[in-house]
């Protein structure tokens, strides 16, 4: 099911910090998933409808320490 209208702006906020906190997690982990964009980003289906997941790890590579030097996870 698709569903067309504008977003509020508590609804971007809310996907918005969900993006990121996936990204911190894939850092933390040193992947670098090297292809964000609106289609590599969907929606969870029933019970998981509002739960954001990163798809389409075809460029993602593993990084090494230098790779994300100004990122400190806390």
């Known amino acids: 099911m698709v569903r067309e209208?504008?977003?509020s702006i508590t609804t971007i906020a809310k996907i918005?910090?969900?993006l990121l906190q996936n990204m911190k997690?894939?850092?933390f982990r040193?992947?670098?998933h090297n292809?964000?964009?609106p289609s590599n980003?969907?929606?969870g289906l029933k019970e998981k409808r509002s739960q954001l997941f990163i798809v389409d790890f075809g460029l993602?590579?593993?990084a090494?320490?230098?790779t994300f030097p100004s990122l400190q996870i806390q």
């Open 35 to 37: 292809d964000i964009k």
């Open 25 to 27: 997690i894939l850092h």
């Open 64 to 66: 090494n320490q230098n």
């Open 60 to 62: 993602a590579d593993l």
């Open 5 to 7: 209208g504008k977003l």
């Open 16 to 18: 918005g910090n969900q």
């Open 30 to 32: 040193n992947i670098a």
């Open 41 to 43: 980003i969907l929606f």
